[in-house]
T-cell receptor, first 113, second 112 residues
Framework: KAGVTQTPRYLIKTRGQQVTLSCSPI?????VSWYQQTPGQGLQFLFE???????NKGNFPGRFSGRQFSNSRSEMNVSTLELGDSALYLC????????????FGEGSRLTVL | QQQVKQSPQSLIVQKGGISIINCAYE??????FPWYQQFPGKGPALLIA?????SEKKEGRFTISFNKSAKQFSLHIMDSQPGDSATYFC???????????FGKGTTLSVSS
């Protein structure tokens, strides 16, 4: 069974640009969550999608957005990139909404110059 | 009140020893407490989880101890092995929320 797939794995952007990251969940998983991981702040929740609807959102500015498609695949977008957005962005999927085991992908490492 | 405080930040243990990582929380609404293990270049993976209706849960060499009154929980790794060298994160969430609140992580090094 394939795991959570995230693309691209690495990318470099400059300040002011925007970026779109993609996540394909495990087959049959309908919930997709996104987390930002940095050395200073650790793992921080961005948002969760279930059945194409955003169910929960973390404390991040509106520059961070996401969506989920009917096949459960998800994308997140960061607009007007700032240096502080450099991080590992992790996608996680689970069968259902609510607390339970999250299956994480290997992440997309974003560097903003 | 949404924080989960984890200690120590780093830990060095000899092979065969016991590794202990501690976490504390404030929000009494939390009712799900997982531990995740992360190797370099990989995403976190669930190691073991507990709900507050039990005080201890054991899976192989890994044990969670939970103290509801103190709002603390800990991970014990018995007979630590070099392959256990990784970063460990505690987390918490509640039934109403779907987000995991993670601790800052503990980097464990098991020396052979």
């Amino acid at each position: 069974k394939a795991g959570v797939t995230q693309t691209p794995r690495y990318l470099i952007k400059t300040r002011g640009q925007q970026v779109t990251l993609s996540c394909s969940p495990i087959s049959g998983h309908r919930s997709v969550s996104w987390y930002q991981q940095t050395p200073g702040q650790g793992l921080q929740f961005l948002f969760e999608y279930f059945s194409e609807t955003q169910r929960n959102k973390g404390n991040f500015p509106g520059r961070f957005s996401g969506r989920q498609f009917s096949n459960s695949r998800s994308e997140m977008n960061v607009s007007t990139l700032e240096l502080g957005d450099s991080a590992l962005y992790l996608c996680a999927s689970s069968r259902r909404q609510g607390p339970g085991e999250l299956f994480f992908g290997e992440g997309s490492r974003l560097t903003v110059l | 009140q949404q924080q989960v405080k984890q200690s120590p930040q780093s830990l060095i243990v000899q092979k065969g020893g016991i590794s202990i990582i501690n976490c504390a929380y404030e929000n009494t609404a939390f009712d799900y407490f997982p531990w995740y293990q992360q190797f370099p270049g990989k995403g976190p993976a669930l190691l073991i989880a507990i709900r507050p209706d039990v005080s201890e849960k054991k899976e192989g060499r890994f044990t969670i101890s939970f103290n509801k009154s103190a709002k603390q929980f800990s991970l014990h790794i018995m007979d630590s092995q070099p392959g256990d060298s990784a970063t460990y994160f505690c987390a918490a969430s509640n039934q109403a929320g779907t987000a995991l609140i993670f601790g800052k992580g503990t980097t464990l090094s098991v020396s052979s």
